[in-house]
């Protein structure tokens, strides 16, 4: 069976018209999308076996985001921290709710660890090396390339996303692993980090799941 015979997910994205992105993502071969911030209603019109869900964005000082994160914990609801220093960081990985901590600029052996413990995963944010030139670009790359590493080291799972504001900022899957082996990611590692995380993080939003290891058959 080929690598991208899998079920793809992207789970950043920022739709401006969120019907015509859902049919862009079908066509594209995505199964779903993680829209941050809509509400979705009656008006939503989706493909047929396509999904959107809603995804909330932790904007919070590093003394409030543990509070964020359990006020959202309970919603289903796609939860995503926005890395940056390490402060953000630490309240993020070490707050149990957490599904995605994105693009992390400050990231080490010990967030690493805590990610790990929580379950939360790390994001690496595409749209960032599409949109970039020039010296931020290859520090973006860098960056990247030092979350990998240690996400490596503890076995964190691994998401890749295209940041989409728009259906033109929308890569395909095969387009998605080919940009992320700019910073080393293996063809599997991408295509698990748009399959089996994103499936993952919805497994551990049913309703039948109580911790990892024990669900409700």
Do not use: C, W
């Not at 015509?20 to 941050?36: C, E, N, Q, R």
């Not at 080291?153 to 692993?177: G, H, N, V």
Request: aromatic share 8%; net charge positive.
């Amino acid at each position: 069976m080929s690598l991208f015979g899998s079920k793809f997910y992207d789970f950043y994205t920022h739709p401006d018209n969120i019907n015509l992105m859902a049919g862009v993502g079908k066509k594209y071969g995505y199964s779903g999308l993680a829209a941050m911030g809509h509400d979705l209603n009656e008006k939503t019109i989706f493909p047929e076996d396509f999904s959107i869900y809603r995804g909330v964005k932790i904007q919070a000082k590093p003394s409030r985001i543990r509070e964020e994160i359990r006020k959202y914990k309970d919603s289903g609801h796609i939860l995503i921290v926005e890395g940056g220093e390490e402060e953000i960081n630490r309240a993020a990985v070490e707050t149990e709710g957490l599904d995605i901590l994105m693009h992390p600029l400050e990231f080490n052996n010990v967030l690493a660890k805590a990610a790990s413990d929580n379950s939360v995963s790390i994001g690496f944010n595409l749209g960032l090396l599409i949109r970039l030139q020039g010296v931020e670009r290859v520090r973006e790359l860098k960056t990247m390339k030092t979350n990998l590493k240690h996400a490596r080291k503890y076995k964190l799972l691994l998401i890749l996303t295209s940041d989409a504001r728009s259906i033109y900022d929308l890569r395909a899957p095969r387009e998605m692993a080919a940009i992320s082996s700019l910073f080393g990611m293996t063809a599997k590692e991408a295509v698990d980090a748009m399959s089996t995380t994103p499936l993952n993080i919805l497994r551990r939003k049913s309703p039948n799941y109580i911790q990892e290891g024990i669900e409700i058959i």
